[in-house]
T-cell receptor, first 114, second 112 residues
Framework: GQQVMQIPQYQHVQEGEDFTTYCNSS?????IQWYKQRPGGHPVFLIQLVKSGEVKKQKRLTFQFGEAKKNSSLHITATQTTDVGTYFCAGLFISNFGNEKLTFGTGTRLTIIP | GAVVSQHPSRVICKSGTSVKIECRSL??????MFWYRQFPKQSLMLMAT?????????EQGVEKDKFLINHASLTLSTLTVTSAHPEDSSFYIC????????FGPGTRLLVL
C-alpha cells in the first residue's frame, strides 16, 4: 500500500530559528496537503499543492511539491511559539478503481525553546 | 471554512460496552466522510470511508463488525465501537470535504 514518510520525527528549535520538515511518498501523488495539529487538538488544513514543482507561501511558511510529485517540504522561517505542534503531510492517491484516498504522513513534532 | 462537529468529545466506558460517536457536517452536505484513529504521538490512520446510503469501505486490518459505521443522511455519519476493550482506547476523528478535508474536533475514548 501507499506509504508517506516524514522526517524528522521531532524537531526542537530556538525561537527565531528556521524549521523544515520533509515528506516522501512511495508512489506518485495526485496532490499533497499539509495539516497542523496542536497538542490536544485536531488536524487543521494548511494548504494543498497540486502541480509538479509548485511552491506556495503563507506568511512565514513555504510549501514545495517535488517535480515527480512524490515529495514535499514545509519550511517555517523565524519560528514563533505559536508554531508549536505536529505538522502532517497527507498525500492524495487515486486508486486503480478511481477512489480517492488521503494517506497521512508520520508527522513532525515541532517544539520551540523560548 | 467548512465545519464538522463530533459528539461526544470524551467518553469513558467499561470494557464490553458499546460506544457511538457522531460526526456531523454543519454547513455542507457530505456524501463521503472518513473515520480516523490516532494513538498518542502517532499519525492518523484511516479506518474506513463512510458512504451515504451504502456500505462503508474499511481499510485492511479494521474489523467491520467491531467498528460499525452508518451514514444515513448527507450530514451525519456514526461510528459505533462494539464490545469495546482497553486496546480500543484512542482518539477517533472524522473528516468530510472534497479535495481538502475538514476535521471534527475528535472523540477521546477511554475503555476501562
Amino acid at each position: 500500500g501507499q506509504q508517506v514518510m516524514q522526517i524528522p520525527q521531532y524537531q526542537h528549535v530556538q525561537e527565531g530559528e528556521d524549521f523544515t520538515t520533509y515528506c516522501n511518498s512511495s508512489t506518485t501523488l495526485s496532490n499533497i496537503q499539509w495539516y497542523k495539529q496542536r497538542p490536544g487538538g485536531h488536524p487543521v488544513f494548511l494548504i494543498q499543492l497540486v502541480k509538479s514543482g509548485e511552491v506556495k507561501k503563507q506568511k512565514r511558511l513555504t510549501f514545495q511539491f517535488g517535480e515527480a510529485k512524490k515529495n514535499s517540504s514545509l519550511h517555517i522561517t523565524a519560528t514563533q511559539t505559536t508554531d508549536v505542534g505536529t505538522y502532517f503531510c497527507a498525500g492524495l492517491f487515486i486508486s486503480n478503481f478511481g477512489n480517492e484516498k488521503l494517506t497521512f504522513g508520520t508527522g513532525t513534532r515541532l517544539t520551540i525553546i523560548p | 471554512g467548512a465545519v464538522v462537529s463530533q459528539h461526544p468529545s470524551r467518553v469513558i466506558c467499561k470494557s464490553g460496552t458499546s460506544v457511538k460517536i457522531e460526526c456531523r457536517s454543519l454547513d455542507f452536505q457530505a456524501t463521503t466522510m472518513f473515520w480516523y484513529r490516532q494513538f498518542p504521538k502517532q499519525s492518523l490512520m484511516l479506518m474506513a470511508t463512510s458512504n451515504e446510503g451504502s456500505k462503508a469501505t474499511y481499510e485492511q486490518g479494521v474489523e467491520k463488525d467491531k467498528f460499525l459505521i452508518n451514514h444515513a443522511s448527507l450530514t451525519l455519519s456514526t461510528l459505533t465501537v462494539t464490545s469495546a476493550h482497553p486496546e480500543d482506547s484512542s482518539f477517533y476523528i472524522c473528516s468530510a470535504g472534497w479535495e481538502t478535508q475538514y476535521f471534527g474536533p475528535g472523540t477521546r475514548l477511554l475503555v476501562l
